[in-house]
């Protein structure tokens, strides 16, 4: 009976435990919306943000997206304390009240702090790659593989739909006015 109740109990938290793991699918439809509000408001592509925060956050399964809503790792002035497994971890790595609102400090570093914001001036919200090869040339990310591996990101899930092909915005208009005359 014992073990029939321990088999169970390691059922039941290992599908709990699975249950609360993001998917790459789950959190591009839980937070599209939001790349493509900041995209509006700011000319980031979506694609970016996103790709972006699926690479630093695991999708949302790591430790600070999971316990500070910090989905770039961003570092901050104070420290903060959060609980791992029962013990009290400090680091300085920023806490967010929100996905939304960590996904606006982003996108406020990238046209705000010098070092990036010469990209916004530079590029569209439809040249994502740029975006990407620019972000690491600025030094956001140490590694040289960074910019390939959020591509990567991009367009495995086809994350550039979200950014409004001009192309395709071209020849809407073109079909719109054809129809007019």
């Not at 430790?63 to 400090?90: D, M, S």
């Amino acid at each position: 009976m014992k073990k029939v109740l321990l088999i169970t109990t390691l059922l039941i938290s290992t599908l709990a435990a699975s249950a609360q793991k993001n998917t790459s699918t789950s959190y591009i439809d839980k937070f599209k919306d939001d790349a493509i509000r900041i995209m509006h408001e700011t000319g980031i592509p979506a694609s970016i943000v996103l790709g972006v925060a699926m690479h630093e956050s695991g999708c949302g399964n790591s430790t600070i997206a999971q316990k500070l809503n910090n989905q770039f790792g961003v570092k901050g002035g104070n420290t903060v304390v959060y609980t791992k497994h029962n013990k009290k971890v400090r680091t300085s790595y920023k806490r967010y009240d929100s996905v939304f609102e960590s996904f606006q400090d982003f996108a406020r570093i990238m046209t705000e702090r010098k070092q990036f914001s010469h990209l916004a001036d530079a590029l569209t919200h439809y040249d994502y790659k740029g975006w990407a090869k620019g972000i690491q040339r600025a030094g956001y990310a140490g590694s040289r593989k960074w910019a390939s591996q959020v591509l990567g990101i991009i367009n495995h899930y086809n994350l550039n739909q979200l950014d409004e092909n001009p192309a395709t915005q071209t020849q809407l208009a073109d079909a719109t006015e054809t129809k007019k005359q």
